[in-house]
């Protein structure tokens, strides 16, 4: 197949040249406001009943509680209004919904011709055979939802520098070849090329594809290693962007599926339960103001590439240097130059995965913290609109938060030793008099607020519940994904207080491959790399015994026991045999066991299978299938399967 540079005649010359008409401008301030304003009431109301619940602070200790406080519940009545907020405008359904949105039910999922669009995998050192075999799925789902294939492209981007699994991904590359030319009609190219220099990371592995090979593709599909989505899903997303030229930009909402470690199905039953709600406040109040996720998103070539070159930031890493968490930026940037990021809340058809254990995630929520704090040195460059700069400092505030929340408890349990109060530190509930009552009754709303509302969302809904499992087996999972949470909580709040400490004191983090695999975590390495729970927990008992206070002990009982239970935590919700059985249970069901997607099946059983046989190499043959960009050849072309 040869490349032919598209036509990028409906793309507009100067993106930002035609301003939103007045009142669609008029009405998406209003939709912030309708957020920021209750938001701020319920920060300062919190501020002032907790001053009137405990009078003028008497000393320093009781002040510093106090400022602690207001500050962390100022954060969670954001969380709490954002729920509300979410809820209100899903009752409201398409009269809130963008235009994006709204036209996504009515397009065919088919190929026009008007188009060509590269589906991008970027990799680096993944397990080369669970990446092709995603790769084959997508590839089938796609001949599935019909064309002859010429539309769609899929590119596998790997920067891998170990040979021996660079070798592992021509192996699986030659497998993949053997089987197109035997699966039929209809399916896309998959094209492979390997990059020797690293340079950028994901983000310049990606730039260098729309460098070398972004002429030929008006849009690009954007997938990481543990990405999945349907030919559908792709075909919908290529015909949202022809229907809609100003935008350069449409994130999808990809769900955590097809992990089965204890650990992973209650996760993915929690974002199934909980992510809708601020994911629809998000996409009302943000309109062209969206945010890039860096995954399960397509992006107009030209507009991307032109626009969202990544800077080196002043200063040495860990804060300065290279870019680390790109997406934000790159979609900042586009934003800033005109062109509309849209967010799709509700399509199907796309997943990712996620850590399987705890020990695994709370290393990449160390990566993660670097890298959005890292947005310091971005969130005051000059030209980002507003809502960019709020997605640049809500990933900021959200870090941010847990060294509040870690000083408030530890200040707060010392100050209640001290005095025999509970204090602020029972958020008014033991209280006496009017503001105390006040005190309790708002600390209480925008604490629960977000999990019954999500609940009671779902209960509303018979096809919801029923993706569930049923109203039983929802409520029975809620309520155990709750307990676990309480014990989850002290535990990922301090460890992330580390991590945005030890960010700030120099400490540089590795952005090493993370593992994807279900994965039993061993006693030794639990105990070792949370050994920081360990302490607290143990000093925080000790703290408590001291006191002699059985209130104050009961009321900090679940902290203790989630910090000192931890390595316990790490190693039982690791196992994948625990979550088979919660499965056969009816326990963390969502929409992807009780109505699971053809893809999702056929990932599973490509898991299980034995390796198709690669084809037999032509003698005097060169392996065409593979391509290698290198410093001197970076326009090498990849080759064509």
Known sequence: MSFVPPSHDTVPAVPGADPAPPQEAAALRRRRLALALPTVATALALAVAATASIGVPDGPLEAAVLVLFCLAMAWQAYIGWQYL????????????????????????????????????????????????????????????????????????????????????????????????????PGLPAIRYRRRQDNT????????????????????????????????????????????????????????????????????QFAVRLYAPLSIRALETWQGPDGGYWGHNAILRIAAFAANAELPVLPGRPPLGGEILCHDT??????RRAGWELRLLPEEPGTWEEMPTNLTDLLGRERRWCQGNLQHLGVIGMAGLTAGSRWHLGAGILSYLASPVWVAFLALGTWQAIRSGDLGLLAYGLTGEGSAAAVLAALSVAVLALPKFLSLGHVLLSPERRAAFGGTKRLLASAALEQ???????????????????????????????????DRRVPWSEACRLQADSLVA???????????GDPLLALWMAPVALGLLASPALSVLTSRADYGHA????????????????????????????????????????????????????????????
């Not at 930026?329 to 586009?334: K, P, S, T």
């Open 85 to 184: 907020y979410g809820a209100i405008a899903a009752g409201l359904g398409a009269r809130v919904m963008s235009a994006v949105e709204r036209q996504a039910a009515d397009l065919a999922p088919q190929a026009s011709g008007r188009s060509r669009t590269a589906a991008v995998v970027a990799i680096h050192a993944e397990d080369a055979a669970a990446v092709f075999a995603a790769i084959r799925v997508m590839a089938r789902s796609l001949a599935r939802a019909g064309g002859d294939g010429r539309d769609l492209d899929i590119f596998v981007l790997s920067d891998t520098r170990d040979p021996e699994i660079a070798a592992a991904e021509e192996r699986e590359l030659a497998r993949i070849l053997a089987w197109r030319e035997t699966a039929g």
């Open 200 to 267: 950028g990371r994901k983000a310049g592995n990606i730039g260098e594809f729309c460098e070398t090979y972004g002429h030929a593709y008006d849009f690009m599909i954007v997938l990481d290693a543990d990405s999945l989505m349907t030919g559908a899903a792709m075909r919908r997303l290529v015909r949202l962007m022809e229907e809609n030229p100003r935008v350069g930009l449409i994130q999808t909402v990809s769900y955590a599926a097809g992990r089965d470690t204890l650990f992973a199905r209650i996760q």
């Open 483 to 517: 307990g676990l949470w309480v014990l989850l909580w002290p535990v990922l709040t301090l460890f992330n207080a580390g991590a945005v400490v030890s960010t700030f004191a120099g400490r540089v983090v590795r952005w090493d491959t993370q593992v994807r695999d």
């Open 329 to 334: 930026v790159e979609g900042a940037f586009l």
């Open 582 to 641: 919660a499965r056969r249970r009816g326990l963390f069901l969502t929409v992807d066991d009780t109505a699971q997607a053809p893809e999702l099946r056929d990932l599973a059983a490509a898991r299980t299978a034995p390796p198709a046989p690669a084809r037999p190499p032509v003698r005097g043959e060169a392996p065409v299938w593979l391509a290698t960009a290198t410093d001197d050849a970076k326009a090498s072309p990849a080759r064509e399967i």
């Open 537 to 547: 927990g143990g000093l925080l008992a000790g703290a408590l015994v001291y006191a």
